[in-house]
């Protein structure tokens, strides 16, 4: 390769350095008939933790739903990494490197603890799959290692809010798309959640989008964006998030 | 003398039942795991049955002690062929009709007798015709969609490929039937007789019994057919994917699973178990284009009454529906009744069990046990909350 070309490239790589993770630009999504999602800019830089609020039923999951692929726009483009993804299957996206924490977890119920942990290697490339990752994420984790043959389904919800973080981060993500991972969970467990979502951010430096209705979880963000009405209306840094926002669009 | 009764009637009960199994095997999984009605799901099996028939006449002229083993390359070929045939009709098909269980059940049908009239009438011409159309209109979409306006051309292009390449094979085949040798049919509508390898033909002795090898052999095959269908789908690396997909498809596709090509392996599969269970069959007796039917029904009341997504439950109702249709239909309670003396302080027992020892009244039997089991426990012996496959 000539210097050139090398420059090149370096360049290009600087240039990809500055755009951001993931870009939703002028995104249009219907159920059917009913238009869900209204023109939405969203955009989560390298390393960052984004933070989307709003009331229940304002188009949130719907977001990271289309960000997924598990709903198709009508209108409007994603990027992610550089590449444009909308028209990408969704296991297509998950291999790029978006792992998803749905609400409601989406533990496979009939499978094994352990089966689950499994399943989070799939989006890596075959030969890159190894069992020893999963050790990694028991330490994170330790309530996991004491249940590896318990059906997923039997977990409490803490549990499986817990397995299903795990699983995701196997598959060594650039993006974590987090939905409401604190919804209907004990104060305490809440709390470990916590620490290990920010420890997975310190040690990797991953971007993370996350909709979250608990004040002291969105303050760990670094950006906020607010939703109503299937539009975004307010954004800005969550250290500026002042109490009428709050009191706005968050159920407290 | 009771003791040898019972002996035989669960020996056959068992026979009965591995035979209903390795029918049903292919669909606890088509069925039970992806919730895929498939009616064409004997004919795939009769395919297997015919695949077996092509195979023992390639090797005939090995001579005995090979040809004996010509039965395993059937086995495998069979597999091959069905699960092909499967991934075809899954491809092409079924696809598009997941989570429409009623456009499903037509649609398979009408594949069921589309094989079962294919079997029947193909012969030189009709496959050559058949491979031409394939390559015309296959190969001629692969050439075009070089081209970088396809998307455009699309829709014309098939507008014309089609009745172009329908047309070309079609006077080919015309052609062709002129010739007497390239028309005549490969097997027609007449049964096919399978001779079974020698080894197979003869009986084992037990002491008084006499067990004959080829019911065995069933036996034996039906028992690895269900370890390795067990062993693939909980210790395989795409056993667990077919588990993720069939319990949350959504979720499987979010962690990077591709989907459709879980369904596409999942199909495969059952069908090519579907094939296995035809090639079996072919040693109990002479088998025609119609053989599906015969063991369709049967197929879904084994993974009905099982409890539909559970392979054990497969299992002891297979076992079960044998042992009862052997025990009604054999007339063996009667006799029973007769050797303990019983037939005449339990007289009307005793007609009743005489009314129902033939084959076909211990079959209306056997269902209307079965109607009464399903009002009791409609969701089978081992039922199970799950999702199948949905959108």
Known sequence: MNPIHLAMTEAARADLQNQPMLDVKNLDVYYGESHILRNVDLSVARGKMICLIGRNGVGKTTLLKSVMGLLQPRAGEIIFDGQPISQLPTHRRARLGISYVPQGREIIPRLTVRENLLLGLESLPPQTRKRAALEEVYDLFPVLKSMPDRMGGDLSGGQQQQLAIARAILSKPKLLVLDEPTEGIQPSIILEIEAAVRRIIEATGISVLLVEQHLHFVRQADWYYAMQKGGIVASGPTGQLSQSVIQEFLAV | MILQGI??????????????????????????LMGVINLAHGELMMLGAYTTFVVQNALKSLGEPLFGAYI??????????????????????IRYLYGRPLETL????GVSLILRQFVRSVSGSMALSIALFSLLFWGGQWLLQRRPDWEQLRGRALAILLPLSGAIATLTGVVLNSNKAIAKPWFSARNIDVTAPAWLRGGVSFGSFQFPTARLFIIVLTALCLLGTYWFLQK?????????VTQNRDMSACLGIPTDRVDALTFAIGSGLAGVAGCAVTLLGSVGPNLGTGYIVDAFMVVVVGGVGKLVGSVVAAIAIGTLTYLLGSGSVPLWMTQLQLSEALKPLFDFFTFFSTTSMAKVMVFVVIITFLQIKPAGLFPQKGRTVET
């Open chain 2, 7 to 32: 002996f035989d009637v669960l020996f056959n009960g068992l026979s009965i039942g591995s035979v209903l199994l390795i029918a049903a095997l292919g669909l606890a999984i088509v069925f039970g």
């Open chain 2, 72 to 93: 395993f390359v059937a086995l495998i070929a069979a597999f091959g062929v069905a699960a092909a045939v499967g991934l075809l009709l899954e491809r092409q098909v």
């Open chain 2, 106 to 109: 037509l649609a398979t049908w």
């Open chain 2, 236 to 244: 395989s690396a795409w056993g667990l994917r077919i588990r993720a």
